[in-house]
DNA sequence: TGTTAGCACTCAATAGTTGTGAGTGCTAAT
DNA sequence: ATTAGCACTCACAACTATTGAGTGCTAACA
């Protein structure tokens, strides 16, 4: 038997082992539980081994090892299986989702709720973000005399009211005229470079009217590009008081302090770059708070497009396995749904 | 002096003590600390007929005494001086509040904040909710054929958006048509029940479109009188890892559960009945996770209308004085701030 | 040379023990 | 009526074994 395989053997053992137990293995049980073949002894060996390469970590002299994150990584990116969704749990989902059909919020927001009833971790998911190309419709009302609000309504069905403050009064058939321009040049999807390629559209305008044009384009692009429209749901934030890991109320308390701040959450989630499921373990994470936890994101997606994110936060000590193999199924059928609900 | 009269004293004191140490208080530490020109051992049979009376509660047989609910209901209408705000405070107040002026959910979120900043309790604010006489203009947008948006503005500047599906396809004339029907309802106040009294404004409208608006009218109903609108701010809420009180883990965590369902938190800060200031003492709240907590609410007004609720929640052992009075300032400013906010 | 049994040592966790102090209620003296 | 004095209660903190799962090292073995 090889022995790089050896090690990773015993490491493969010890990771489930810790993510099942929480309590440092040590070589008698790691011997006694998995059939390795080979004595405690040797393996003490080999743990004194992977504790130099990194992999393990000692809490105190006389204790068992527990893994670090660097073998959470090897772990997630080799030696985990991922695991299967059974017809159970499968049926549950569908249960869960059926009451849901029809509205994008109501969908994410189940989304989270089955998330954390099945994993026991906490769960987020975001709604979608407004973006340029997929703004299907601007309209504006007239609100007082100098002011008006701007819905802007994305391919999605996403709204999004925004009120803008004038210098000067308007009546409401500049605003028509300035509605139709902006639509006009949504069609030409050209709403943020517009300066340079539209004369003709703006011809339609009097000097007054563009340059009231020219000072709702900015609010425009303000508002796609900040997160205020997208909503977070989040299920489950006091599952974390079921792992020892969090069992002193400083960390359990820092933990939850991040749920105050929706844009904390925002960017947490949106970080993951790839489509797909992303793992981020422990210390890989950017942002302090949640240096010892991980989180697996997955996106959600229509025509191709990523809408939005959903994802589950827990100890490093996390169940993997099982979470990935949730998240894989579970963005499946969300995709079926959104596009279910947003082309009928 | 009168045989009553020293009961309330002791039990002031009491009180005081309690919420200031969150420790049981005994005969002797009273006689020391608050010059009460009797002796422990009479402060002692006080105390035994306090505690029969039900304004005192025993932990256990050998320790001092911990006041029970109806001991803070007294103290809050009888016994309690509502403190001053000081001037280093108002000028906090103030500072916080510079920046947030022109948006309506800025000044309640940055309101929430300083709640909890200045009580280091967990404060609530909730957005003004729609309501059928503060509705001032709706507009009907088409989505698809099938779909239409239906934006509701409030007098207040509330924007809330409703998709609305309906069996047919209609065209933007019919949508203009209906539009202007219901926007004539408002004006007449009487969207709600319009059945009975507008026949002469329903004659503009032809059969088709008259049962559209028949549909769209309840919709309204719904949307106005359920709270999917209302915004819920919330901050501090790990300020409850502070007291005592919640320092076991099962308390903490029910208390934080409360805070996932922001359904549960509008009833909670909905149920005073009073304008101005309600406070609600343990046991004498509806809700079973909130037994132990006291809550106190503020409303916020605009000519008259009541707005919106803020409020802060913690121990019953709360800070009721200090609370109270920053409330009173708090919502006299914020009366202010909206003023300006809405009418401007 | 890799593997293993044996041994002395470490250290967190648990349970038992004891002392301390703030509290009580009751009684008798003021 | 008030209070000093006294015996009693009980949570809490500090201390002291005891236990047990773990280690590293060494020497013997295949």
Redesign the pocket.
Known sequence: ?D?RE?KMKILHAIIKDYIATA????????A?KYNL????????????DL?EMGFLE????????VPSDKAYRIYVDQLMKVEKINKVIEETINKEYESHVGELDKIISQTSKILSNLTNYTSLALTPQLCSASIKHIQLVPLQEDKILMVIISKEGVVRNVVINIDKKINSDTLIKISNVLNELIRRSSILQFEQEVFDILNVLNEEERILLRDIIPIIKDTLSNNDGIKVYTNGITNIFNFPEFKDLEKAKEFIDLWEQKNILVQLLSSGTDDGINITIGSENKMDEVRECSLITATYQLNGRTLGTIGVIGPTRMEYSRVVGLLNHLTGQLNELVKRTLID
């Open positions: 038997m022995i050896r309590e440092p293995v040590g070589s008698r049980t790691l006694k073949g080979i004595s405690p002894a040797t393996i003490r060996n080999e743990m004194a504790e000692q809490p105190h002299t006389s204790s068992g090892r």
